[in-house]
């Protein structure tokens, strides 16, 4: 069965895999065929290789780790002179909101009739969240849904991420924030019951090893001396924010995908824009630009992480996003900026390697 594929995962993409799911109702009898999971009208469902749809998961997975390491890497460069990140934030929403928008032109959304989209919504949803998903109708709806609430949770995290390295610390608020993986790990195996096999729970494990090692010095004697309440927030909103990427995915078709991620960045902006003119902030031509560089590689971030999920059990990929996007950094880190790896990292780096390769065995 397909569906028995732990590439699938259980996810919505292994169900509909089995059954002959069509959407008759773009103009022109057009059907999504592109990048799509789905049979079209009439054809036959043949066999699926997990192994390779198993390097396709994989090559997502760090395609968004690339991207991911781009963006600290780019605001690395950016502490460095002294540029205020509130304004570089605002602008990296703006462009990734932009080419959110490019991508909904290109990609024929618009020639969805809009008007029949809450109709649409409103009829498939009780049968939508008990499994079947939406129609690409019903997917606007769910994106924005999902999207306007993501855009909130991921300023919050953001904003707590600064509250977090001010009361306790680069180490301690670095540390909680990647461990909010553990927030879609759990309501994952918790919703839609995608259980790990056991070599996979020891590849999730050391990865999450090696985020601690990464971040924490074990042999410091007041490591939890800076803990502060304000860490437990900055867990929950980095990693309800990140979970949010897997409820679109579960219920909604691949190819709406823009339109959530375009309401995730779009409400960002508005809330960061706030903030930036409350603030009284006047952007600078050196930030804007540095914001307009971070923009790019944050929505691809976001979009390849959508389509790694669409093919690896959710437990799965957030420990190693995170864990692998430290490790590329600390590389990144001795490669470009002359730091040296200290012995804990260095472990870091090999736990995250074999990491990888262990919850992509089957």
């Known amino acids: 069965m397909l569906s028995s594929s732990p590439y699938l995962g259980g996810s919505r993409c292994g169900r509909i895999l089995q059954s002959r799911y069509s959407y008759p109702e773009l103009p022109g009898g057009k059907t999504w065929t592109a990048a799509s999971p789905f049979p079209q009208p009439g054809e036959a469902l043949t066999a699926v290789s997990p192994f390779a749809d198993g390097r396709k998961a994989l090559l997502y997975l760090l395609l968004a780790v690339a991207c991911s390491t781009v963006i600290a890497l780019i605001f690395k460069v950016s502490e460095s002179r002294d540029m205020n990140r509130y304004v570089i934030t605002a602008a990296n929403y703006l462009v990734a909101s932009v080419v959110s928008l490019t991508f909904i032109v290109l990609g024929g959304v618009l020639e969805v009739p809009l ?25 606007i709806a769910w994106g924005v849904v999902v999207g306007v609430p993501s855009g909130v949770l991921y300023y919050l995290g953001f904003v707590y991420l600064q509250k977090g390295v001010r009361q306790s610390g680069v180490s301690l608020a670095g540390s909680f924030a990647k461990l909010g993986v553990l927030v879609p790990m759990v309501l994952s195996i918790a919703l839609w019951h995608e259980i790990p096999s056991a070599v996979q729970w020891v590849g999730i494990v050391l990865a999450l090893a090696s985020i601690l090692l990464a971040n924490v010095d074990p042999r410091s004697a007041n490591v939890l001396s800076g803990f502060r309440p304000v860490l437990i927030l900055l867990l929950l909103f980095v990693g309800t924010s990140e979970f949010t990427n897997k409820v679109y995915q579960n219920y909604g078709i691949q190819e709406m995908k823009s339109v959530y991620l375009f309401f995730v960045f779009f409400v960002a902006l508005l809330v960061s824009g706030v903030k930036v003119a409350r603030m009284g902030l006047r952007p600078m031509p050196r930030h804007v630009v540095t914001g307009l560089a971070v923009g790019v590689p944050n929505y691809f971030a976001s979009f390849f992480l959508i389509l790694a999920l669409s093919r690896l059990k959710t437990s799965v990929v957030f420990p190693v996003y995170s864990a692998a996007t430290i490790v590329l950094i600390t590389i990144a880190g001795a490669a470009v900026f002359g730091e040296r790896l200290r012995p804990r990292e260095r472990l870091a780096v090999v736990l995250t390697v074999v990491a990888v390769v262990l919850v992509n065995l089957r």
């Not at 008007?115 to 109708?137: H, Q, T, Y």
């Open 115 to 139: 008007s029949e989209v809450p109709g649409a919504f409103l009829r498939e949803a009780g049968s939508a969240l008990a499994g079947e998903g939406f129609s690409p109708r019903g997917s």
